[in-house]
């Protein structure tokens, strides 16, 4: 087999990768396996679960079951009351391979990545709870399954640190392709009256929208990453199998008629095709999405300034009527949030309406929803998104993957100021736990490598004749 090796350097003057054609490179430090030539010998794994690098291909297998039940759950809604067994099953399983990863980090001595794993878990019921408490209703801890998701950063770690992570993220763009041709299927069985959504939240009738026929929402993550990830390879390696993506991901975004996540994605699309510099745009995003947050916090203090108050359709009333009862409450709940709701009535008993989606007006929403807190780890998630070009590249992954992951950062930071994208089950919440994976992971090798090189220095003949010479 034959590698190519990469220009790009480590840190600290480490040397290059050497990249397989499957498009994962390796991190040439003392923690791996030395490498003499061109090649690459990957280490002995020890067969333990729970030793460093051990079954390193069961904790990807674990992932990307994960990843899958993450799809399933998504979809059984469509099957109406059949479908809820199938949903609450994938919940359960969800729940219980988030904390077996958390738990493996345990025993691993990876305690930061289990951490966040386990105050992740809690905050969700955590959150359920404040809301029982603000609004009256009766607890309930089956409410807080499509949020399970924000507790997968121990097992995406582990997938980091034993060099699995780039098979995770190739699983997780054909996921994306299967999602996208089945998206396309049930959006036409929709059209053509083959499938009835009555009853069911994931179909929105067109009597809501008199511009737009009958149509599903839309996993927005899986068609988001798809569709940069293919981008990304139509640059960079043209093929005809990509134009075939392309054209597949397409095709899900017209039948999605999602206005607004595809105003978003096209700009960063250009520019990407344009100056194919994710780690760039990526930090330009970040500053204009810190723009858009101000104008968030003004709009919340002023709602005169609105900007949904000029346009006529529905979705734009019942956005600005959601607005005015968050600035209104907000201030009420700005140290632990109104929590997250459940039952039919959501928020109803404390907006005291029907129609109040705190989800749908962005970063107000999440004001409303987590308190000043949960609102600045928002921002953070964003933040570790659109500036995580340079963290996986240091990892020893692909540029590829990583403008991939950028770009799909920047389109999902961008829509969260109309619609909070990495909150809820489906959205870009499995993308959030990845950053801090990624963030926790980089952290570490980087003490790691910069304890060698002040370790080496240490011992360098220089300083020892310095010493000698003292």
């Not at 079951?65 to 399933?72: C, E, N």
């Not at 905050?123 to 409410?143: C, E």
């Amino acid at each position: 087999m034959t590698f190519e090796v990469c220009k790009r350097q480590r840190l600290h003057g480490t040397r290059p990768a050497i990249t397989p054609p499957n498009g994962i490179s390796v991190l040439h430090a003392p923690t791996y396996a030395p490498v003499r030539g061109h090649g690459y010998h990957p280490p002995a794994r020890p067969n333990t679960l729970f030793a460093i690098g051990g079954f390193g291909n069961a904790y990807l297998t674990i992932a990307a079951i994960a990843t899958t039940l993450f799809f399933y759950a998504f979809i059984a809604d469509l099957l109406g009351p059949a479908g809820e067994g199938i949903r609450l099953s994938a919940i359960i399983v969800s729940a219980f391979v988030a904390m077996l990863g958390a738990t493996i980090c345990v025993f691993r001595g990876l305690f930061l990545p289990a951490l966040v794993s386990f105050i992740s878990m809690l905050a969700i019921f955590a959150s359920l709870y404040i809301f029982s408490i603000n609004s009256g209703v009766p607890f309930t801890f089956n409410s807080g399954g499509e949020y399970v998701g924000i507790a997968f950063t121990g097992l995406f770690y582990l997938t980091l640190h034993d060099r699995t992570f780039g098979r995770l993220l190739n699983w997780f763009f054909n996921l994306c392709i299967g999602y996208a041709l089945f998206y396309i299927l049930a959006s036409l069985a929709l059209r053509f009256g083959y499938l009835d959504t009555g009853g069911v939240t994931r179909g929105i009738a067109s009597a809501d929208d008199a511009g737009r026929s009958d149509r599903l929402h839309s996993a927005a993550l899986l068609l988001v990453y798809g569709t940069t990830y293919t981008i990304v390879k139509i640059r960079t390696n043209f093929r005809l199998l990509h134009t075939i993506w392309a054209a597949i991901f397409a095709l899900a975004w017209w039948l999605t008629e999602s206005r607004a996540i595809v105003v978003v994605s096209i700009p960063v699309i250009v520019a990407y095709l344009i100056l194919p510099k994710a780690e760039l745009i990526g930090r330009l995003a970040f500053s204009v999405f810190m723009v858009g947050v101000i104008a968030s916090l003004i709009i919340l203090i002023e709602p005169n300034w609105n900007p949904y108050l000029y346009f006529g359709d529905q979705s734009a009333s019942v956005r600005t009527n959601s607005i005015d009862i968050a600035s209104q409450r907000v201030w009420e709940y700005l140290g632990t949030g109104a929590g997250i709701s459940f039952g039919i009535e959501g928020y109803r008993p404390i907006s005291g309406i029907t129609y109040f989606y705190p989800v749908d007006i962005g970063l107000i929403g999440i004001l409303f929803m987590y308190g000043i807190l949960g609102f600045l780890v928002y921002i953070l998630i964003c933040f570790l998104g659109c500036t995580s070009y340079k963290r996986i590249v240091s990892l020893g992954y692909t540029s590829d993957m990583a403008s991939a992951v950028v770009l799909t950062a920047i389109i999902l930071s961008a829509y969260s100021l109309q619609t909070p994208i990495y909150n809820g089950g489906s959205s870009g919440v499995l993308f959030a736990t990845m950053f801090f994976a990624i963030a926790l992971a980089y952290s570490a090798t980087y003490r790691a490598m910069n304890r060698r090189h002040l370790a080496a220095r240490s011992n360098s003949p220089a300083k020892k004749f310095c010493e000698t010479a003292s």
